[in-house]
């Protein structure tokens, strides 16, 4: 039944199944459809023979009148096809009335034209009835792309819209918040959680696209997130904001539109990181008996060696420590002075400080330092004897360092440097030098060579060395200390060691603004006081 359409249309007619208990109806709507190019699958006059060819023909379309033969009208016709078929439906109708459109309503039709209507009317409402059908699965088939992206995402996601308001949760938010989606959907966000600072207790409301300074994500590292009345857990939750001016995003199919707004919805993503807290809490238990028999090797505060003092501030990182620094008797009339700083942070960082510290340990029997029983060697000896033990060392490890000898009867003091920021020389006229030595840090190269450099020291004259952590440690802001400002406090506070050293300890503790440091702090004062 029905013809094959003209040339000049598509190649595939669409076929549309006629439900119309007047036959003469039937035929002139089965004329004009034809005419049009659509192809007729067949006609019925009740319901029964409708859902008959509807599953045999499988039509594109439905155009179905609500008054028919027999105890269904074509609204009950229409909710039965939908059990089993996804196939959109037009009315059509004499009655205009409020309760007739509103049972038509229950069906979700795609169309409704009111008797009489003419050709145009019909043949536009199809059109228009099939492309909203088609745009409908286009956007359905994106949502499950996206919801199938999304579920594969690792950690939980909610998608809210700018209102706060829940419209798509995954499997494993779902199964995390013991939650259909279906449930939740259309609730406010903090109807379901409450997110707190891990550290202040302070509660974390989401962030605005406006009140961020037009960031697209803002990540918290570990938050409290508490779900109904169940006890906190620790979690790390990113949001990103969705923004209307982006074009094509297929995320804007998860939510409904909106006109004209700069932010469209959320993606909130949130990983539960408790069990990693834990493990964390235990490294961290190890790393504090580490750092803490680290602590135990250093020289003592204020320890007096031939006539020169040494008094130092050391404040291992959150992490663990890869600095360290020693102060020894070689002999009757010479002193070693080291400092030196290990890449990274942790236990490796640690170990490697660790085996360092033997390695330039005199009292230490396979120590560095002698090339024969009775010769020492000279500072760029001493490293470069070092960079052997670290080059090719896997896993690979840099070491920035300084180490120098002191002649005790003379003052003079040889340096050799490796990388690491160079010492200075506060003399006792309240001029400051630098000691020049160079050369690179150790086990980046095979053979590298270093520069010593010399200076005498007189009495009340001194030598300092710090580490990177020092210089770099950021305030609030993310300005770093600055060598400058080091310089400038030794230059102001040309006091005794003890209290140099306290004043130095509290004004970094207020630079940083906290008592957590991203890395280690070493300051070193070798004080010649004879």
């Known amino acids: 039944m029905g013809n094959s359409r003209n040339s000049g249309g598509p190649a595939s007619p669409k076929r549309i199944l006629i439900v119309e208990d007047n036959a003469i109806v039937a035929l002139e709507i089965e004329e004009s459809l034809c005419q049009a190019g659509y192809e007729v699958v067949g006609t019925a006059s009740n319901g029964h023979k409708a859902i008959e060819l509807t599953s045999s023909c499988s039509p594109d379309l439905i155009l179905m009148d609500i008054k028919l033969e027999g105890k269904m009208d074509g609204t009950e016709v229409a909710k039965q096809v939908q059990k089993s078929s996804d196939i959109p439906v037009v009315f059509l109708s004499a009655y205009s009335d409020r309760a007739s459109i509103e049972k038509a309503k229950s069906s979700h039709p795609y169309g409704y034209i009111i008797k009489p209507y003419n050709d145009r009317t019909l043949l536009v409402t199809i059109e228009v009835a099939l492309h909203q059908f088609h745009q409908r699965n286009r956007t359905i088939k994106e949502s ?4 199938s992206i999304i579920n594969a995402i690792g ?7 700018s209102d706060s308001r829940i419209h798509f949760m995954n499997d494993q938010a779902q199964d995390l918040f013991c939650m259909k989606s279906d449930f939740v959907s259309g609730k406010e966000i903090i109807e379901i959680m409450e997110i707190r600072d891990s550290l202040t207790g302070m509660p974390i409301s989401i962030p605005q696209y406006e009140q961020v300074s037009g960031k697209r994500q ?14 906190p857990i620790h979690a790390e939750i990113s949001f990103t904001h969705l923004l209307s001016d982006t074009g094509q995003n297929l995320f804007f199919n998860l939510l409904p539109d909106k006109d004209e707004v700069s932010v469209q919805g959320i993606i909130i993503q949130i990983k539960d990181i408790s069990n990693r807290k834990k493990r964390q809490k235990s490294i961290n238990l190890e790393l504090e008996k580490t750092i ?9 505060n204020g320890l007096i060696l031939d006539g020169y003092c040494i008094d130092w501030l050391f404040i291992p990182a959150t992490f663990g420590a890869g600095d360290f620094f020693g102060f020894y008797h070689l002999d009757n009339s010479r002193l070693a002075f080291y400092t030196f700083d290990v890449m990274g942070h942790g236990i490796i960082a640690t170990i490697t400080s660790l085996l360092i510290h033997r390695l330039l340990n005199p009292a230490e029997m396979n120590n560095i330092l002698t090339n024969s029983p009775d010769r020492i060697e000279g500072p760029a000896d001493v490293l470069c004897r070092l960079n052997k033990h670290l080059y090719g060392r896997e896993p690979f490890q840099f070491v920035s360092i300084i180490y120098g000898i002191i002649d005790t009867r003379t003052g003079i003091t040889r340096c050799a440097r490796g990388g690491h920021h160079y010492p200075l020389l506060l003399c006792n006229s309240g001029e400051t030098h630098t000691i020049r030595a160079e050369g690179p840090a150790l086990g980046f190269r095979e053979n590298p060579e270093f520069v010593e450099y010399n200076v005498k020291l007189g009495k009340n004259d001194r030598i300092c060395l710090f580490s990177d952590g020092l210089t770099e440690c950021k305030d609030s802001r993310g300005i770093q200390f600055s060598q400058e400002r080091l310089i400038a406090y ?13 004043g130095l300890s509290a004004k970094l503790f207020e630079w940083k603004g906290s ?3 991203d890395d280690d702090i070493t ?3 070798i004080d010649k006081i004879i």
Do not use: A, W
């Not at 803002?218 to 006890?231: A, E, K």
């Open 218 to 231: 803002i990540i918290f590292d570990d938050c409290l997130l508490s779900i109904h009345n169940n006890p």
């Open 155 to 161: 950690g939980s996601v909610i998608v809210v819209d």
């Open 490 to 502: 030794l230059e102001e506070n040309n006091t005794g060691p003890g209290r140099l050293i306290s």
């Open 523 to 525: 300051f070193v004062l």
């Open 144 to 147: 499950d792309f996206i919801t």
């Open 292 to 300: 803490s028999m680290q602590k135990k090797l250093l020289p003592e």
């Open 515 to 517: 008592n957590y440091f």
